[in-house]
């Protein structure tokens, strides 16, 4: 029989039917055949019969079929281009001095505690082979090999940081893998123009089943994790409908309801469905149409580097293989030498054919080997070990924490948003029993920490080796880190009572030092928000929620003029250390707080308690008064309704010069630096697409610039030795040079929320 393409050609398995081989013995003997109706629907729908999943030995042949090369053969170009894109730039070789700080005693967080970071110039050249199995990869050059430069430095990276990981990176060290054991080099690449047998050859359906399967179950399993209830009642997004891209639902719809209905409701719906929507050819349009325009919102509304435009990649996956040929066919004559091969696949001995196309071809009776059947067993374990990976934190307990595992394998990506409200890190020598305050992050460069038992270990560990150099002995640390997740209360994440450095950590047993979330106060996130939202734009809150026999110790600043605490539920007793006095508070009861001074919140209650803080900035409140009065006043003098000589400490205001900073009034010099920040912003908002272009070619050049150059310094240090140090620094000082356009690329990044005081 002939190969033939059935309509589902993109479904998980497709393109020709299989090989079915019968021994003396062996088959089907005495086994119905399957009625024309069954046969034909299942044909239609999956692309494959039943009977071709009936036994191994045709699952085998099955998997194994042949298939055309070309699909897979523009994805491996693309992915390749994406890695050497994204190794400059999520990966960190534009900053690689910056990120490793080498010589420098810093705090790492690796998988393995024995992983260490090589020396820098070490470090520049793994990243180089790196980019160059990348390289490989895109124009399918020693493809094997390039797949081996690319995934084992690549993995090396992953692993060396667990603050860098996300469900994205993730995915790339898996495309990698998969893609060394498949012939995606058998289709437009430099292999082929040097192999003949590998040129335009037939691959194992397999290389697609593979990764079909795999960007369906980033899809899905994303989708079960989103069926969270935070994500189904729109906590987990609750700012993002404020972004610019979601004005036009808003024309129908309130801010309120399209974060619900199409944030989350669509993010659902989308991450559910279209892995299904994609294997179907009926349903294959519609579903290109929507992924593709939600991986170009993402790709604006997040700094996730390559992840929307590699997801981009993957969507022709699912159309029949032969795609490229079909558009390469359409273009003219004379521009289809420069495109890849139109003309049919040859046969490939790393497929299995059917009895009719061996006779075809001439060739003789061979069933599947021992490659083939590896093949087929390599995409069933794997495919296994996908689906089950997602759901094996009840073996590795010690990286839960009030989410699952380590944020690297689950794909639950975007549905816990948290905010932090205050760090304290507090030492103690063992010896002499002194107490001391280290500042949050000291001796790293992450904030990751901070979620992670498993981080927060190896950063006590971390810090208890680097404090002996500063004369502690036998150091104690505690961590006093306050948390909301999803717009809950902000309460404790770890027992800030137990010393980290000799706590017991296991990655397969639960941290017992982990505080639990306070699920039983998430009702009280519609109440919060009402409270919010009935204050004034002057007004700040803050909700805390605490455990039994804790207490918190805070500082109000002076510039916090009013502020009160006020208790909605359970009892706390409230120590304001300078007068040694205590206050205990009922539900519903209120105090003012003095300013300048520090008091302690008692929980005495037998529940948790839950308050908050409500407080003016009262600094903040007279500068934007100051300001506004110099607006008004600058307003008048340009219209020429003032007719009096500005003095000339306020001349700035109207010329946006300085001069003298250090001479200049500070409430003046704050009006000159927010309208030249205004002003900046307005440009930017008005720039034409030419220059919001030249703009980014500008800052991406710069990048990929100090990459190159920093790259080659660190070459030639290891092939000839370092230079002398002022020489050194000029070529580093030559590598970081950037023009104005190329330093502002840093705009619009989103900071965290950190405050350890009110």
Known sequence: MEPSRGRAAAALLSESLPCRRRRDGEGVRGTPEPTQQSSSWAKHLLGFEWADVSSWHRFVCLLNRPTDPASLGVFRFLFGLLMALDIPQERGLSYLDHKYLDGLEVCRFPLINFLEPLPLDWMYLLYAVMLLGALGIMLGCCYRLSCLLFMLPYWYVFLLDKTAWNNHSYLYGLLGFQLTFMDANRYWSIDGLRHPRKRNA???????????????????????????????????????????????????????????????????????????????????????????????????????????????????????????????????????????????????????????????????????????????LFTVLYVLEQLFLPYSHFITQGYNNWTKGLYGYSWDMMVHSRSHQHVKITYRDGVTGELGYLNPGVFTQSRRWKDHADMLKQYAT?????????????????????????????????????????????????????????????????????????????????????????????????????????????????????????????????????????????????????????????????????????????????????????????????????????????????????????????????????????????????????????????????????PPLEHLAREVAYANMQQEAGAAGTEGVQKETERAEL
């Open 202 to 376: 037939h691959v194992p359906l397999w290389n697609y089943t593979v990764l079909r399967m795999q960007i369906f179950i980033v899809y899905f399993i994303a989708g079960i994790k989103k069926l969270d209830a935070d994500w189904v009642e729109g906590y987990s997004m609750g700012s993002l409908s404020r972004h610019w891209l979601f004005d036009p639902f808003k024309l129908v719809l309130s801010e309120e309801m399209t974060s619900l209905l199409v944030v989350h409701g669509g993010g659902l719906v989308l991450d559910l469905t279209a892995g299904y929507l994609l294997f179907l050819d009926a349903t294959r349009p519609a579903a290109l149409v929507f992924v593709s325009y939600f991986h170009c919102m993402n790709s604006q509304l997040f700094s996730i580097g390559m992840f929307s435009y590699t997801m981009l990649a993957t969507s022709p996956l699912f159309c029949s293989p032969d795609w490229p040929r079909r558009l390469g066919a359409r273009f003219p004559a004379c521009l289809r030498r420069l495109l890849p091969s139109v003309e049919p696949p040859q046969p490939s001995e790393a497929c299995v054919y059917g009895k009719s196309e061996r006779k075809g071809r001439g060739r003789g009776e061979r069933g599947p080997g021992l490659r083939q059947k590896l093949g087929a």
């Open 462 to 722: 971390c810090l208890s080796r680097l404090l002996h150099n500063y004369n502690v002995s036998q150091p104690e640390i505690y961590f006093d880190i306050w948390v909301s997740i999803n717009d809950r209360f902000q309460q404790r994440l770890f027992d800030p009572q137990v010393d980290v450095v000799r706590a017991e950590w296991s990655p397969f047993r639960h941290t017992p030092w982990l505080k639990p979330l306070l699920v039983n106060l998430s009702p009280w996130r519609a109440k919060l928000q009402e409270i919010e939202s009935s204050l004034d734009n002057q007004t700040e809150v803050v909700f805390i929620a605490d455990f039994p026999g804790l207490h918190l110790e805070n500082f109000v600043s002076e510039d916090l003029g009013n502020t009160s605490l006020q208790l909605l539920k359970g009892e706390i007793v409230v120590e304001i250390i300078k007068e040694q006095r205590n206050y205990t508070l009922q539900e519903g009861d209120r105090m003012q707080l003095p300013p300048g001074e520090y008091h302690k919140v008692h929980t005495v209650s037998p529940e948790p308690s839950c308050y908050m803080y409500v407080y003016i900035n009262t600094t903040d409140v007279a500068l934007e008064r100051n300001l506004t009065q110099l607006q008004e006043l600058r307003d008048k003098v340009q219209n020429g309704s003032e007719t009096e000589p500005l003095p000339p400490e306020l001349q700035p205001i109207l010329d946006g010069a300085l001069g003298d900073a250090m001479q200049t009034d500070p409430v003046v010099r704050a009006f000159v630096q927010r309208q030249q920040r205004l002003e900046e912003l307005q440009r930017r908002r008005n720039a034409t697409l030419g220059e919001r272009l030249q703009r980014f070619a500008a800052r991406k050049y710069f990048l990929f610039r100090r990459s190159f150059l920093m790259t080659w310094i660190s070459l030639r240090n290891l092939a000839l030795g370092r």
